[in-house]
């Protein structure tokens, strides 16, 4: 069983910027981001593996960047020039043996 713990969600204004991380407790082979807004489906964001390859959603390439720690077991995601449509509870997501989901985070961006 792995447990994933997210920080650094929070309130920012449009163009600003916010740094989500998160810690497993074990080691996995991809780790990533979901997020789900009010009424909606929950959607990717980003993905990465543990040889560092990377995937986005077309709605955040080349603002969010996602990266990851494997001595840490850790990923992060660098969000850039956000705007209200970011706003969500984002999700950690980590694929092992099993798949496995954080808490959530709220991130909202005020216009």
């Known amino acids: 069983q792995v447990q994933l713990v997210e920080s650094g969600g929070g309130l920012v204004q449009a163009g600003g910027s916010l740094r989500l991380s998160c810690v497993a407790s074990?080691?996995?082979?991809?780790m990533g981001w979901y997020r789900q807004a009010p009424g909606k489906q929950r959607e990717l964001v980003a993905v990465i593996t543990s040889s560092g390859h990377t995937d986005y959603a077309d709605s955040v390439k080349g603002r969010f960047t996602i990266s990851r720690d494997n001595a840490r077991n850790t990923v992060y995601l660098q969000m850039n020039s956000l705007k209200p449509d970011d706003t969500a509870v984002y999700y950690c997501?980590?694929?092992?043996?099993?798949?496995?989901w954080g808490q959530g985070t709220q991130v909202t961006v005020s216009s």
């Open positions: 074990g080691s996995t082979f991809i």
């Open positions: 997501n980590a694929k092992g043996s099993y798949i496995y």
